[in-house]
């Protein structure tokens, strides 16, 4: 690696601090949300939606902690060797975090626009291109240095970020950028001059969304900061020991706080089962059919009814 690697002992305990701090957070967010997760979760059918938030609500816990605990310095190893395996681990772990959570949000988009082939097939191609624009950069770190890792300092993997790594980020922000517009847009469409349209369900949509793209924005926005003017010291780790964390716990939010409104006609559960029976009807369809009226799928007042149980 030619790049010079920047070590100062004050950085080194600030990652350190934070790492424990955030890893704090989410044991601390998962003890007070445990009781709504057996209620709402654990007793709910077993859905597209209960699926991803475990798979997301318990590989963060486990991930962010096993990251907590090496940035401490207390996975006791001086292997450049096992540097290059972290490296690759903090890899995959990033891009599990964000796209667990990032796919409820985007099944819930779809729902919100009626479930109808259109919608899903636009949807679906455009998480395919910004899945690949992001493996792609990912390929593009690993390329250029990222797995490379740089001798362990006080026991903890240190290593350079590559010029340009932080459009990875750009490409997040996008994304969620598109997102929002997609279900602003959909809740305009579906409950336009309806008095639903005003009713806990709905406010309670905006707002998680609005929370979550909030902090979807400082996730991106932190860590293009992080890669790009600390990307030559121990700093540009902060993106995953603070605002990573941070999206996770917004995200379970979303879904948590979705489930145990008892006010809405059309719980989780029921949006939940809309989604798996609308991915189940969607696999019978080919994608180069014509899409007109009679090939929706869904209903676009959904949340005016309830599904059939």
């Known amino acids: 690696m030619s790049a010079v690697f920047h070590l100062s002992i004050s950085e080194l305990f600030t990652l350190k601090y934070v790492a424990f701090s955030s890893a704090?957070?989410?044991v601390y967010d998962y003890l007070i949300t445990l009781p709504p997760e057996v209620e709402y979760i654990w007793k709910a059918p077993w859905t597209a939606v209960k699926t991803g938030f475990l798979i997301n609500r318990y590989g963060n816990l486990v991930g962010q902690i096993v990251i907590a605990y090496e940035q401490m310095g207390l996975?006791?190893?001086?292997?450049?060797?096992?540097?290059?395996?972290?490296?690759?681990?903090?890899?995959?772990?990033?891009?599990?975090?964000?796209?667990?959570?990032?796919?409820?949000?985007?099944?819930r988009a779809w729902v919100i626009w009626g479930c109808t082939y259109r919608a899903g097939v636009w949807l679906f191609t455009l998480y395919l291109i910004y899945l690949f624009t992001v493996v792609g950069i990912a390929c593009y770190l690993w390329e250029h240095g990222y797995g490379s890792a740089l001798p362990p300092v006080d026991g903890v993997c240190v290593t350079v970020i590559p010029p340009y790594s932080?459009?990875?980020w750009?490409?997040?922000l996008l994304i969620d950028s598109i997102v929002l517009v997609v279900v602003y847009n959909g809740l305009c469409?579906?409950?336009?001059?309806?008095?639903?349209?005003?009713s806990p369900f709905i406010r309670l949509l905006v707002r998680d969304a609005i929370?979550?793209?909030a902090t979807s924005l400082f996730n991106s926005v932190f860590s293009m900061i992080c890669w790009s003017a600390f990307r030559q010291d121990s700093r540009n780790f902060l993106q995953l020991v603070l605002s990573v964390p941070l999206l996770s716990v917004a995200g379970q939010r979303l879904v948590l706080n979705l489930r145990s409104l008892r006010t809405n006609p059309w719980t989780s559960r029921d949006v939940s089962r809309m989604i798996d029976q609308e991915l189940a009807a969607m696999g019978n369809m080919r994608f180069w059919d014509p899409v007109d009226g009679s090939s929706e799928i869904g209903t676009t007042d959904f949340a005016l009814e309830t599904v059939d149980r």
């Open 166 to 168: 932080w459009l990875l």
């Open 170 to 172: 750009f490409a997040v």
């Open 75 to 107: 996975l006791s190893h001086s292997s450049q060797k096992f540097c290059v395996g972290w490296f690759l681990y903090c890899t995959f772990f990033m891009l599990f975090s964000g796209e667990s959570i990032r796919l409820i949000v985007i099944m």
């Open 189 to 198: 469409r579906t409950f336009k001059g309806s008095r639903a349209g005003t």
């Open 24 to 26: 704090s957070l989410l």
């Open 211 to 213: 929370l979550f793209y």
